[in-house]
């Protein structure tokens, strides 16, 4: 089969560099091109040169419609307000489009839906095989335990993330809503300040701390009279993301058009 042709958007960011050198690494997939914002200083330099790995002949570019073209899948680490654009031209080109970026409203949700009707659309807030099992676990734990035990969700990044609670922290807040049959909306408690009262029972509550070059790490507490259980993931590297976007981008390969999950690539699904 030949090589599939990797499009990489956002390609100077901490996860597009990261993504280009798992692309480079990983049989069955080559490097079709990456793209800047406009005005970025990376456009026109060499691809594999901005992530560290030498001259690849490819240069950065600032014309999306031409990389979805010319590409077999592209992942997108970006922004939201940038997802729009790479949605519309991935449904359009029919081009598989796996997307990490995180920090997603409604308006996100129904470009994702749109584009996943004309071709495969992988999203995942947190790409890791860690995290996607402690969501499977959370669910289970959360419904087992019930609504005696308070639920808290702890999160760490990064001093550079720009949205909070991260992605990842609110699906592990959707997952225990899930294994209590409640929507996360009606019971998450997101930001604490001054005198907040008692704690509502039922409530999800998160906790977001930012500092240094943290990767990601996340804790879900559940804490009950006399015991507390803690289930936490460290990501030590943002390779994990990247290996589960391009390991999403290969399994996309030959499927038909939908919204995939993590857990279908990794085989957790049902
Ligand atoms: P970053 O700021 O380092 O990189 C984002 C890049 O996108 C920048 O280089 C920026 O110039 C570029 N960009 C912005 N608009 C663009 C456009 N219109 N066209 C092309 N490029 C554009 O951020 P990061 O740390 O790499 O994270 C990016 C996103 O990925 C964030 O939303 C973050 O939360 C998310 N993330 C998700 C996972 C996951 O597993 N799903 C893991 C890590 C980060």
Partial sequence: MDQLGIGIVGCAG??????????????????????ECEGSAAIGRDLGELAGIGAKGLTVGDDPA???????AVIDFTTPAALLVHAGLAGETRTIYVVG????TAEHEAALAAAAAKTAVMQAANMSLGVN???ALVEQVSGALGPDYDIEIL???????????????????????????????TVAQKVRDGVTGPRRAGDIGFATLRGGDVAGEHSV??????????LTHKA????????????????CRGKPAGRYAMRDVLGLAG
């Fill in 101 to 104: 970026t995180t920090g997603l």
């Fill in 133 to 135: 099992l402690l969501l």
């Fill in 66 to 72: 031409a990389l979805f073209a010319a590409a077999d």
């Fill in 236 to 251: 030590g590297t943002r390779e994990i993301f990247a290996r589960g976007a391009v390991r999403a981008a290969l399994w």
């Fill in 14 to 35: 901490r996860m597009g560099r990261m993504v280009t050198r798992v692309v480079e690494a990983t049989d069955g997939c080559r490097l079709a091109g990456g793209t």
């Fill in 155 to 185: 999160e760490m990044h990064h001093r550079h993330k720009v949205d909070a609670p991260s992605g990842t922290a609110l699906a592990l807040g959707r997952a225990a809503a899930a294994g209590r049959g409640v929507a996360l909306e």
């Fill in 221 to 230: 507490i559940f804490a009950g009279e006399g015991e507390r259980l803690e």
